[in-house]
Structure formats: structure tokens, C-alpha cells
Nanobody, 125 residues
């Protein structure tokens, strides 16, 4: 049984950093492309970042490029999302997905099936 589990969410302030982790079990992780999406209340789930199985292909949404970094440790079956210089609009729920299939408008693709439960980045005053 495949399991996808995010961790690392928490309270953040504008300008701070947060690192999310996503551990995958039940499949050959080192052959899986991995991705991160996020979804704000009332909005569509949107693409954030993706990394190919070998780590050589990386893509970011323009809204996070230069601030977020996706990485992976195949020995730990884990993909990470380092988020720096967080902004208010970044405070939402982040989801990890196995083998992400992107769309031209960066919204969710119905072909994306293997999701984690989500990790929340919450803004603090």
C-alpha cells in the first residue's frame, strides 16, 4: 500500500522560513517524479514545484521561484520543500504528490492521484 505523508507545517511570520517534508512508502521512490501543490480556502489547488526522479529536472511556479527550493533524499524516500522569505499568500495547505502531471494553468490535473494529507503553513501575527 502506497503512503504519502507530509510533515513540517507550522506557524510562520512574514519573512521567515519553513521546511516541509514528504515521505513516501510502498513504491520505488527513486524512480518517481515528485511535486508540491498548495490550496488556499475557496481556490483551486495550484502547482508549486516539481523534481524529476534523478533530481536533474526541477520546475517552480513563478510565484515561488527564488524563494522556495525543492530537493529529495532518495535514501530516505523523502522530498522536501524549503520555503524562505514567506509571504502572507504562502500561508495555506501544501500537498505532496507522486508523479505530478502539470497543466498549462498550473492547476491540479485529474491524473494526479497519489496525494499526501497536507501540511499547513499558518501565518502568525
Amino acid at each position: 500500500q502506497v503512503q504519502v505523508a507530509e510533515s513540517g507545517g507550522g506557524l510562520v511570520q512574514a519573512g521567515s522560513s519553513l521546511r516541509l517534508s514528504c515521505e513516501v512508502s510502498g513504491r520505488t521512490f527513486n524512480r518517481d517524479d515528485m511535486g508540491w501543490y498548495r490550496q488556499a480556502p475557496g481556490k483551486k489547488r495550484e502547482f508549486v514545484a516539481a523534481m524529476g526522479w534523478s533530481g536533474s529536472i526541477i520546475n517552480y511556479h513563478g510565484n515561488v521561484k527564488g524563494r522556495f527550493t525543492i530537493s529529495r533524499d532518495n535514501a530516505k524516500n523523502t522530498v522536501y520543500l524549503q520555503m524562505n522569505n514567506l509571504k502572507h499568500k504562502d500561508t495555506t495547505i501544501y500537498f505532496c504528490v507522486v508523479d505530478p502531471q502539470r497543466t498549462p494553468d498550473n492547476t491540479d490535473n485529474p491524473s494526479n492521484k497519489l496525494w499526501g494529507q497536507g501540511a499547513t503553513s499558518t501565518g502568525s501575527s
